[in-house]
């Protein structure tokens, strides 16, 4: 393959959602082909650029499976294998970021609050976050307050992500904000919160930056928050 | 061969075998006492010329025939009729194999309904708040036209679910007279249309232009009996248990030409049957095996089909009903029953009581879309965008049965569990467990877009109950689809060989 038909293919694949040769996709068309993973490798090795890989590869493929959950011709599991394609590449990717000079979107750190197991909106933020470029730490759930500050203190990170399901793990987002404002770092981080029972006006009652309705809007408020560092 | 696939089903059994027995000795014991009453001298001929005790009537003013079928005779004769049946098509992937043995369900339209629902959407404002408008759906009632027929067999050959069709609307030109209506009624379904067509013959001095029509089609005689375009509808028997000159007749004529054939009949639980369950079916039983008797008679081994298409009756006017849990249970018995006799079962289902579509009408229709299939029925009709009991058809309303029955259909299919399914799924499982988020939705993909797992509502609106503006959409982009008309040549070759057709509807073949 030539640099160019490399670029494409792996945009082809980024659509199709396949992080490797093993990976299925939306159809049988790429089947059993390398996948991103390998595709990223032998570009690298046949010295294509990383912002070629970056801009024309991953990023355009994303916007295209964007365009295509707009139209209602995919679906979430669509996105979010699309994601998955794009961070398993980046993970390829990361030493050769740096390398090329090229400034990182920066690190995400993100928890479910203390008390709280419900995970499945804030994992698909961190795989939406991750396919954006951003390197996402995930904590998990039920994570107290001290664990997050040590997670974004020992990571640099630029960003905190918050999730809770329940009202009465809601409290907890601002015992967390209160914890990082103690150990002197809140305005060192921007802290988004989500979940169903949140709200903007919860948001600024307990002095968060931004609330999020969904993955997409995370991805939009983390990327103008990255933007404007 | 090609064919439609419908859904194959797991049949449920209403009745236990021990019950089937019972409802089978109760027919043979209606054969024996009170008997049949037939009013066709042609048929009652063939009973009695092959064993039957046939004495004249000496009720009803001394007209027709008392037939009493001796059990040995419909056992024997029975057998004979094909427990397989074709129904050709002009396209090959649109055929169906009827097979006793195989419960595979067909869906398919029905009724010659008087009353063409047309629609039309109206804008409104509240009264109270002018903000507050709102775009509804209107329907004017009037009567059907063979212009109608030829829209409605355009819309049914592209809808999905749609296995085979019967004409929906009852023609009343004022240029077309009894006696051709039947060539303009084929010919307005066979010209819009590929799948498999089906009718009832009103005058039958045309049956044979009817076959002549679709010999030409087929291309020659022989084309049209490996591949039969067409059949019929005959309800030999008018309930309780009166064998109709007319309709006897008109099935003799079919049987002894070797085309398709439905032996129908239709009491009304509460009214012309028993209401109950044991008695409707017993009886019923009758009517249909006595036309299927008397088929096999005409002609060894002539294709027929179990026509079961049993009613409720309504109690405030004794007019038929379908939305009632009892018209579900008879339905489901008639399809266990015809097993037994190892015939194809024609069936009954999707009729709403009320006039219009919404949510009366969704309910009523629901109930037998989802029950009925369940039996195993081979060849389930009135399915598509009847209301008003049988009397009205509407576009919209078939748009949302076919949706509906696609719904259906992907809940009787049958569970997919075998060895290779559970290797896939432990591969998957193993998979999402190594990963962070845990979630199996990339595995969800290849099946959501090939359409193999419910997408959701196909006229789904968070906001507002907007599902007949959807529907009314949809019936207009699907009159905008090709139509699928016969070549010009044929349809040439047809005018010149089978008269009474209206020039119109050749026009409009070639206008478009
Ligand atoms: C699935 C579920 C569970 C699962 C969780 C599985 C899992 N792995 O997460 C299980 C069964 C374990 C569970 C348990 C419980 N649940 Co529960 N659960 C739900 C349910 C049905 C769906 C939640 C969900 O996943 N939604 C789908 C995702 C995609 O949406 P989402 O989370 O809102 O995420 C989106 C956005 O909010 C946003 N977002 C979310 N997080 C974040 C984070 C950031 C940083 C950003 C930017 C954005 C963001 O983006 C996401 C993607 O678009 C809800 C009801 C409902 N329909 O909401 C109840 C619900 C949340 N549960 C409820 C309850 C009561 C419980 C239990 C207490 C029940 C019990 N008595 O044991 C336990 C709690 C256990 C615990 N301590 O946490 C109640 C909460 C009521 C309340 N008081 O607030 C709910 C509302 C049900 C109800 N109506 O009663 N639950």
């Given at each position: 393959m030539n640099k160019d038909d490399l670029i494409k293919t792996i945009c082809d694949n980024v659509i199709q959602g396949r992080r490797t040769k093993d990976d299925e996709g939306i159809d049988d068309s790429l089947s059993g082909t390398p996948g991103v993973v390998e595709l990223v490798g032998e570009a690298l090795a046949a010295e294509v650029s990383v912002q070629s890989i970056l801009k024309e590869g991953l990023s355009r493929g994303m916007d295209i499976v964007g365009k295509k959950f707009e139209a209602n011709e995919y679906f979430i599991p669509d996105m979010l294998a699309a994601a998955e394609a794009v961070s398993a590449a980046m993970d390829v990717l990361e030493p050769h970021i740096m390398k090329a000079g090229l400034e990182p979107k920066g690190q995400f750190v993100i928890a479910t609050v203390l008390g709280d197991h419900h995970d499945i909106g804030k994992n698909i933020v961190a795989v939406l976050l991750k396919g954006a470029g951003f390197q996402v730490i995930d904590l998990g759930t039920d994570v107290p307050a001290d664990r997050i500050i040590e997670a974004a203190n020992k990571n640099n990170a630029q960003q905190v992500g918050l999730s809770a399901l329940l009202t009465t793990t809601m409290p907890e987002m601002k015992t967390t904000i209160e914890a990082f404002k103690k150990a002197g770092l809140r305005e060192k981080v921007k802290v988004l919160i989500g979940g169903a029972p949140t709200s903007k006006e919860f948001a600024k009652e307990i002095g968060a930056d931004a609330h999020c309705k969904d993955a997409f809007e995370a991805i939009a408020v983390a990327e103008s928050h990255a933007g404007s560092r | 061969m090609h064919q439609r696939k419908g859904v194959l089903v797991r049949p449920?059994?209403?009745?236990s075998t021990e019950q089937i027995k019972m409802i089978d000795q109760a027919s043979m014991a209606i054969f024996a006492d009170p008997g049949i009453i037939c009013y066709s001298d042609i048929a009652a001929g063939y009973f009695s010329d092959n064993g039957a005790a046939v004495v004249k009537n000496?009720?009803?003013?001394?007209t027709g025939w008392i037939i009493k079928i001796p059990e040995d005779m419909v056992r024997k004769v029975v057998t004979t009729a094909p427990s397989v049946v074709y129904l050709g098509a002009r396209k090959e992937e649109n055929r169906l194999i009827l097979d006793a043995h195989e419960p595979r369900v067909r869906f398919v339209s029905g009724s010659e309904t008087n009353v063409w629902l047309e629609s039309v959407v109206r804008g409104y404002v509240g009264?109270?708040?002018?903000?507050d408008k709102l775009r509804l759906v209107r329907f004017i009632r009037r009567r059907g036209t063979v212009a109608d027929l030829t829209r409605a067999a355009h819309v049914a050959e592209h809808l999905e679910h749609l296995d085979s069709f019967i004409r929906t609307v009852n023609i009343q030109d004022e240029d077309i007279e009894e006696s051709t209506k039947d060539v303009n009624k084929f010919f307005a379904c066979l010209n819009n249309m590929t799948k498999h067509v089906m009718g009832g013959l009103?005058?039958?001095?045309q049956l044979d232009n009817v076959i002549r029509m679709a010999e030409i089609i087929a291309g020659g005689n022989e084309a049209l009996r490996g591949n039969p375009l067409v059949s019929f509808i005959a309800c030999v028997c008018k309930s309780p248990l009166q064998m109709v000159a007319d309709s006897a007749e008109k099935m003799i004529e079919v049987a002894k030409r070797g085309f398709p054939v439905v032996i129908s009949s239709s009491p009304q639980g509460g009214s012309t049957a028993p209401v109950d369950e044991a008695g409707m079916i017993a009886q019923i039983n009758a009517e249909i095996l006595s036309g299927v008797v008397l088929a096999q008679l005409v002609k060894e081994g002539a294709p027929v089909l179990y026509g079961s298409v049993p009613t409720r009756a309504r109690m405030e006017d004794l007019h038929d009903m379908y939305g009632a849990p009892e018209f579900n249970h008879y339905n489901v018995d008639c399809a266990q029953m015809a097993r037994f006799y190892g015939l194809p079962c024609y069936s009954t289902a999707g009729i709403a009581d009320t006039c219009v579509p919404g949510m009366q009408a969704t309910v009523e229709k629901l109930l037998s879309h989802i029950y009925v299939p369940m039996s195993g029925a081979h060849y389930v009709h009135y399915?598509?965008?009847?209301l008003e009991r049988t009397n009205t058809f509407s576009l919209e309303q078939a748009v949302l049965d076919d949706a509906h029955i696609g719904i259906s259909k992907r809940l009787l299919a049958e569970p997919r569990v075998g060895p290779d399914e559970i290797t896939e799924a432990l591969k998957q499982i193993r998979e999402v467990m190594s990963t962070s988020h845990r979630l199996f939705a990339r595995y969800v993909r290849k099946k959501l877009h090939s359409g193999e797992i419910y997408p959701g509502y196909p006229f789904a609106n968070d906001e507002r109950d907007e599902v007949l503006l959807g529907a009314h959409e949809r019936v207009k982009q699907l009159l905008e689809k090709p139509v699928p008309h016969l070549p010009q040549d044929v349809i040439e070759k047809i005018y010149q060989k089978v008269p009474g057709i209206v020039t119109r509807l050749k026009q409009e073949a070639k206008s478009e």
């Open positions: - | 449920v059994e209403r009745l000496s009720g009803d003013g001394g009264e109270d708040d002018p903000e009103t005058d039958v001095s399915a598509f965008g009847l």
